[in-house]
């Protein structure tokens, strides 16, 4: 060992000269390189500063002990809590080698599955001692890690049996953020990394429990993934397979038969693994199937949800067993392992279901998931780019059973414009509709005539209720029509039931337009904001034509939609109205704020959300965007743009917070996203721009695009248009863009321009819903009810 003179304030300088010198037997110079570089933003520390934050080691500050050191809780300067991971001096076994090796492993990766390197360090001083009778100085070296706080510990103190402990979901993310963590390792990197000691106890679990790998003292860096003979020990007793313990072989199966027993622990308690080994596979699977089915059947009463985990537990069980095969060929890999969670997931989401009020799934906060795609799978680790585009996902998934949807009720508040008999007859058959399709929990209230009159206050559409609002439809007057009146009146009537009955249920505004809301003056009106308004033009061309701009506007200044039918035909309101229904009665979630923190060296430079609220703040490391509400089986797409130094692979963590129809708050859970950013050249494939990302940027460069046109002057629209797409279809996002998306906008825009030849200088309908669709990315009935666009969501019945 090179000997290290310093004192507490040379320590950076020594401890950065020691790590970069030994990094010279690397085989890979792009790696010391890239070692090099991240040095530079290690955090040294000196041993006076980690005495003081650990209270000179003490007991109480210690929370962990093994068999190379000690592991104490300590307070940074910023507030937040670090492990402080000291070494034993002077043992066995701990050498500046494996120092060194859990060091470097650590300083290259970043990923939220595994445990962030905060800080070390390494530092050498001469201490007076006493000796042979005489005074001298004596070298003495300390080494430290400081690692991000976790919470709730190791793994291995949470590990118990399937009747009692953590919850399946629990256990579940717990298993696949290891294998996420995992594939990183394997798979994530330029130069695979084997872990080597995979154990409960070098499974960290933070505050939300998210499980972090940790522990890197035993692991290895290989240049590929050739199966290598090892005479160095690695590994613990009872998580490593025969082909190490009887011919010291090593690679990457080693670290899944790890996994395998890892996750029969995490299933069946401690003694999983012995209980696996002693028994059948087929009697194993179906013992813990059987104690997992009696412990759902008292937290769960959906028969799809419970058979759709039951099944859950099967697959993860028979993953663990396939990963401890004897013969290491037979034993998946990482990525196999993840399709397979994957797949399952996709099972989970279609069998989502709940029981009358009780709709609190078994899986907390899958009411709403969020997704994040990168332009690409990495970036050169020397490029900068100064609007790198992130997709943003929204999901609400989808219901499959009507009679198992949660439910809280919608008051639906109904503006009708009427101008003569005719209408009237209309409407009554439009109401008849909205009544049917409205279940027993809704309410509805009927707004008509000159000064918002109330026609019907707001009724529970019960069996009574109906009978009532069908009689109410005989007697609908029409005649003098104030819209601004009448809105003031609807959006009244619902913040008295507000305060009334608190925000459980779910209000809305909906106004059937003819030509009777013709006033010119409703567009410099102020509408008030608080109930989304969906508006619904009757008829466009005749000599009752609605007036377009005016159902727009009102749905723009309310975060509500405009549509339209072209004829005055019964089928088509009636399907116009099955579809509007048929969202507001499957409102999964409101509120929604999703929330952006741009990662170390990264700026936010704009987000790209449509009609709903979003900002960045003025330093560009946060941003937010809002969502009043969203249905079931909805999804909504958001672009963020990001400035990227060189270098940084941690892009932004993502998290955020939405509102559950029993009015309580429901978080989204932090999570980092990442990209790879290789020194070295890496296949074209992963600079390929995702396909998904490709399909929004074009979506929204041509939405944007036909919107500032009707803004200056769309007598020139066909013309401008044609230029448009020429430009869209020639760029590198309308490449790789997928073809039915492009076909998509094609046929709209065909539309778009047919419209505006028959009707040269008007913001006609057709282009305004589809403008409205693609601003709230919600579907819309545009002249026919079959063309509602990308974003349909089909009608249900709440009965």
């Known amino acids: 060992m090179a000997s290290q003179r310093s004192e507490s304030d040379g320590a950076p300088h020594s401890a950065r000269s020691i790590m970069l010198s030994s990094s010279s037997s690397r085989s890979s110079s792009s790696r010391d390189s890239d070692m090099a570089s991240k040095l530079q933003n290690a955090t040294c520390l000196s041993i006076r500063v980690l005495q003081e934050i650990t209270d000179n080691f003490s007991n109480e500050r210690k929370i962990g002990q093994g068999a190379y050191g000690e592991v104490y809780v300590a307070e940074a300067e910023n507030g937040e809590n670090v492990a402080v991971k000291m070494l034993y001096n002077n043992m066995p076994g701990i050498d500046d080698e494996q120092f060194q090796r859990e060091f470097e492993n650590l300083m290259t990766l970043e990923h939220q599955n595994i445990v962030r390197l905060v800080g070390y360090c390494y530092e050498t001083q001469h201490q007076p001692m006493h000796y042979m009778g005489r005074t001298i100085f004596a070298e003495r070296t300390y080494r430290a890690l400081c690692f991000e706080y976790m919470e709730n510990g190791s793994l291995e103190k949470h590990l118990s049996d399937e009747c009692d402990g953590l919850d399946w979901h629990t256990r579940y993310k717990i298993i696949k953020g290891t294998c996420e963590g995992l594939k990183h390792l394997h798979e994530g990197l330029d130069e695979p990394i084997y872990h080597l000691d995979l154990k409960p106890d070098n499974i960290l679990l933070d505050k939300n429990m998210v499980p972090k790998l940790a522990d890197f003292g035993l692991s290895k860096l290989f240049g590929d993934k050739q199966t290598r003979i090892s005479h160095s020990p690695i590994g613990t007793i009872g998580y490593l397979p025969m082909e190490y313990l009887h011919g010291n072989i090593v690679s990457n199966k080693l670290d899944i038969f790890s996994l395998g027993v890892v996750m029969i622990k995490i299933i069946a308690g401690r003694r999983g693994y012995s209980k696996s080994a002693e028994m059948d596979h087929q009697e194993f699977l179906d013992q813990v199937h059987e104690n997992w089915r009696d412990r759902m059947l008292k937290t769960c009463q959906a028969s799809r949800q419970l058979e759709a985990h039951y099944e859950q537990v099967n697959v993860c069980t028979k993953i663990a067993l396939s990963c401890m095969e004897i013969d290491r060929h037979k034993r998946p890999n990482i990525t196999d392992i993840i399709h397979q969670m994957n797949d399952i997931e996709a099972v989970i989401d279609k069998a989502l279901s709940w029981t009358g009020r009780k709709y609190t799934s078994m899986m907390n906060g899958d009411l709403v998931k969020l997704e994040v795609l990168t332009r690409s799978d990495a970036v050169p680790c020397g490029e900068r780019c100064n609007e790198y585009p992130i997709l943003v ?30 209408d009237r007859y209309l409407m009554k058959k439009a109401m008849i509709v909205a009544i049917d399709e409205l279940g027993p929990n809704d309410r509805l209230c009927i707004i008509t005539s000159g000064c918002g009159h109330c026609t019907m206050k707001l009724t529970f ?18 005649g003098c029509f104030n819209m601004v009146d009448s809105l003031r009146e609807a959006s009244k009537i619902l913040k008295e039931r507000e305060v009334e009955e608190g925000n459980g249920r779910v209000g809305f505004i909906m106004v059937l337009l003819r030509s009777g809301s013709n006033e010119p003056a409703i567009l410099t009106q102020k509408i008030s904001p608080h ?9 466009y061309g005749g000599p009752y034509s609605h007036n377009a701009e005016v159902g727009k506007y009102l749905a723009d200044e309310t975060s509500g939609t405009y549509s339209f039918i072209q004829q005055l035909d019964i089928s088509e309101i009636k399907e116009a109205l099955e579809l509007f229904i048929g969202g507001i009665t ?10 952006l923190t741009a990662g170390e060296g990264v700026a936010i430079s704009s987000i790209e959300s449509g009609g709903y609220n979003s900002r960045v703040n003025s330093e560009e490391q946060s941003g937010e965007i809002d969502i009043n509400d969203i249905y079931a089986g909805e999804t909504k797409n958001f672009i ?3 400035k990227l130094p060189e270098g940084k692979g941690k892009l932004v963590i993502i998290g955020g917070q939405y509102w559950n129809l029993n009015a309580s708050k429901q978080l989204l859970a932090d999570t980092d996203v990442f990209i790879s950013r290789p020194r070295s050249e890496c296949s074209p494939g992963k600079l390929a721009m995702h396909r998904e990302v490709a399909a929004e940027l074009v979506r929204v460069q041509f939405a944007k695009c036909i919107s500032a046109m009707l803004e200056v002057d769309n007598r020139s629209i066909r013309y401008d248009m044609e230029l448009l797409w020429e430009k869209i279809r020639l760029s590198e996002e309308g490449q790789c863009a997928p073809e039915e998306t492009l076909a998509g906008l094609v046929k709209a825009m065909a539309e778009i321009q047919k419209e505006n030849v028959q009707h040269i ?14 601003e709230w990315q919600r579907a819309t009935t545009k002249g026919d009810c079959s063309d509602s666009g990308a974003f349909m969501v089909g009608p249900t019945k709440m009965k």
């Open 586 to 595: 499957k409102v999964a979630a409101t509120s929604i704020r999703v929330t």
């Open 393 to 422: 996902r929204v999901t609400a998934p989808p219901w499959r059973h009507t009679e198992e949807m949660p439910h809280a009720g919608v008051d639906l508040v109904l503006v009708l414009d009427l101008v003569d008999g005719w």
């Open 531 to 539: 109930f989304p308004v969906h508006t619904l033009g009757l008829g």
């Open 640 to 642: 963020v743009k990001l």
């Open 461 to 478: 559409m019960s069996d009574n209720g109906r009978d009532v609002a069908r009689l109410m439809l005989d007697e609908l007057p029409s």
């Open 761 to 774: 200088g008007k913001k006609l309908p057709y282009v305004l819903a589809w403008l409205s669709c693609h």
